[in-house]
């Protein structure tokens, strides 16, 4: 019978090796995995656990590593990471427990061989972690956890509980800043160092806090369907707690849930959107009867909340240059009742957008994703310091297409899920520089962990 550290392993491998993103392999194989909800649960705590805490576990591992560690082969270190999780960052899980199941992993992966050299390194691991827990940074303490909070708690991530160690294995927080926050919060150091000159200490450890914790869950309540208060009683008289977020749609479940099995989800009555992202399409205000221009569609959550606030009267063209994302915006729009949405293929470089003119534009553009680093964990892993120069130019030039396909006096939204100033109010001041006349008539920079996700969105008016 597959188990779940089996399960978990063998995401962790096709992730590395098919450059995959683990939400997508992590769905593909439970669902064929027969496991229990508690197994499951647990799959999708030890895939984005290890993937998050990377730096972490190898710092905790790497002195235990007799030889360089980039010569482990990389199916025994995924096993190695999975049993250091389990070790230092959870207790739910007798140690015991960790280097047994873990050990025998090495077999699974196809390195029996491997057995004792895992079981070596993870023993040494387990006498290190102690179960003392203390309130601050320190080279013999890791960052443990700061779960998602509630809304009441005002969105505020609480401040982390750090996990003694009988050795110092961490870089000196004081004298090394960046270095710690590379290792004990997981980071590549250029990010450390970029974050650091911008936003100071204690703001980095915060934010290492949130991108850490598992991500809050929102739901953004269809009201084609039913209102939200409707929505929230109906979770409420299957034992499902939620409370509702400043955006009128939204609802926060406060503990964890499978999508599937929610109340309402085959009808289409709610889908999955955080917070911070529904504010965009509201951003637009788009009225019943409009033509809009969605010009980066997929997935189609912002799609299909602009249907919605136009009580699914009008058209909304949604492009993409990725004809199966094409597909899973269709595919939501079915689910929800939405049935104004166009579907619409770019080409790669975007020089056959569909004629306007419309009354409004979303350009919801592709970005570093650096504000949701804990929804999307292999992000931090992937994203180069080389590659913002490409990324501002692509989207600047998906900003002018908007633009250009507008009406006269017609409204433009810009938006991203990160937040680096120059992917956002950058791009928007560069653009409004070269069309005169072009005004900002609100913006907004949603902050990782005040509430929600982090992003930028800037309401535009083009020049009449």
């Given at each position: 019978m597959t188990t779940a550290r089996e399960v978990?392993?063998?995401?962790?491998?096709?992730?590395?090796?098919?450059?995959?993103?683990?939400?997508?392999?992590?769905?593909?194989?439970?669902?064929?995995?027969?496991?229990?909800?508690?197994?499951?649960?647990?799959?999708t705590q030890l895939v984005f656990g290890v993937i998050r805490r990377k730096a972490t576990l190898d710092a905790l591992l790497k002195p235990f590593v007799t030889r360089p560690f980039h010569t482990v082969e990389p199916a025994v270190v995924d096993v190695l990471r999975l049993g250091a999780f389990q070790l230092a960052l959870l207790t739910h899980?007798?140690?015991?427990?960790?280097?047994?199941?873990?050990?025998?992993?090495a077999r699974h992966v196809g390195s029996r061989m491997a057995r004792g050299f895992v079981n070596g390194v993870l023993r040494r691991v387990a006498e290190v972690v102690t179960d003392e827990f203390v309130d601050g940074a320190a080279q013999n303490a890791i960052p443990f956890d700061a779960a998602s909070p509630p809304v009441a708690t005002g969105g505020l991530a609480p401040t982390p509980r750090y996990r003694k160690l009988t050795r110092d294995l961490l870089p000196d927080p004081a004298a090394d800043p960046?270095?710690?926050?590379?290792?004990?919060?997981?980071?590549?150091r250029w990010l450390a160092d970029r974050w650091l000159a911008r936003y100071g200490r204690d703001e980095c450890f915060r934010l290492g806090s949130w991108f850490?914790?598992?991500?809050?869950?929102?739901?953004?309540?269809?009201?084609?369907?039913?209102?939200?208060?409707?929505?929230?009683?109906?979770?409420a008289a299957k034992g499902i707690d939620s409370e509702p977020g400043e955006h009128p749609q939204s609802l926060h479940l406060l503990d964890g849930a499978s999508i599937r099995e929610l109340p309402g989800y085959a009808e289409g009555e709610f889908t999955v959107q955080d917070l911070s992202s529904m504010a965009v399409a509201s951003a637009v205000n788009p009225q019943p009867g409009w033509r809009v221009l969605?010009?980066?569609?997929?997935?189609?959550?912002?799609?299909?909340?602009?249907?919605?606030?136009?009580?699914?009267?009008?058209?909304?063209?949604?492009?993409?240059?990725?004809?199966?994302?094409?597909?899973?915006?269709?595919?939501?729009?079915?689910?929800?009742?939405?049935?104004?949405?166009?579907?619409?293929?770019?080409?790669?470089?975007?020089?056959?957008?569909p004629a306007g003119p419309f009354h409004a534009a979303l350009v919801d553009v592709p970005c570093s994703n650096t504000g949701v680093l804990g929804r999307r964990p292999e992000v931090r892993w992937r994203l180069r310091p080389d590659e913002f120069e490409d990324l501002i130019r692509l989207q600047?030039?998906?900003?002018?297409?908007?633009?250009?396909?507008?009406?006269?006096?017609?409204?433009?939204?810009?938006?991203?899920?990160?937040?680096?100033p120059d992917e956002n109010e950058g791009?928007?001041?560069?653009?409004?520089?070269?069309?005169?006349?072009?005004?900002?008539?609100?913006?907004?920079?949603?902050?990782?962990?005040?509430l929600a996700d982090g992003g930028y969105w800037a309401r535009m008016r083009k020049p009449g």
């Open positions: 978990a392993v063998d995401v962790l491998n096709e992730a590395r090796t098919a450059n995959a993103w683990a939400s997508e392999l992590v769905d593909e194989h439970l669902a064929r995995a027969k496991l229990s909800p508690q197994d499951r649960r647990f799959v899980v007798p140690k015991h427990a960790a280097v047994f199941e873990t050990v025998n992993l960046p270095g710690y926050l590379a290792a004990a919060f997981s980071w590549p850490n914790a598992p991500p809050s869950l929102w739901l953004r309540v269809n009201k084609l369907k039913l209102d939200r208060e409707s929505y929230r009683l109906i979770l969605d010009l980066c569609a997929a997935p189609g959550g912002k799609t299909t909340h602009l249907a919605e606030l136009m009580q699914n009267r009008g058209r909304i063209v949604a492009c993409d240059i990725d004809p199966k994302r094409l597909d899973t915006v269709t595919a939501i729009c079915q689910r929800l009742g939405v049935s104004i949405v166009e579907p619409y293929l770019l080409d790669k470089e975007d020089t056959n957008p600047t030039r998906l900003l002018f297409t908007a633009i250009d396909r507008v009406r006269p006096n017609g409204v433009i939204v810009y938006s991203t899920c990160s937040i680096e791009v928007v001041k560069a653009v409004r520089r070269a069309i005169k006349g072009l005004t900002v008539e609100a913006e907004a920079h949603a902050i990782p962990g005040r």
